[in-house]
């Protein structure tokens, strides 16, 4: 007998059923927050001033470094 497994996902606001997972970081942290399509609205639409006067950040500055500061780790053992 087949089955068929079906996710919902549930509104963390409202405990509605969620259209998305909506991504955003603060403070250095990454949050994912399920949300139906008016909550991710309101979400977008109160985050809209900090990101229009934000700066869009690099991979590379996630991490502190530039690219040409990554160093190669060999795996090989000590000569």
Request: no cysteine; hydrophobic share 35%; net charge positive.
């Amino acid at each position: 007998m087949a089955q068929r497994v079906v996710v919902t996902l549930s509104d963390d606001i409202d405990g509605g059923t969620a259209a998305e997972t909506v991504t955003f970081a603060l403070d250095g942290k990454t949050y994912e927050i399920d949300l139906n399509p008016a909550n991710a609205k309101k979400l977008r639409k109160a985050l809209a001033p900090y990101m229009a006067a934000g700066r869009k950040q690099t991979n590379a500055s996630k991490h502190g470094r530039t690219p040409a500061s990554y160093h190669h780790t060999s795996l090989a053992p000590d000569p």
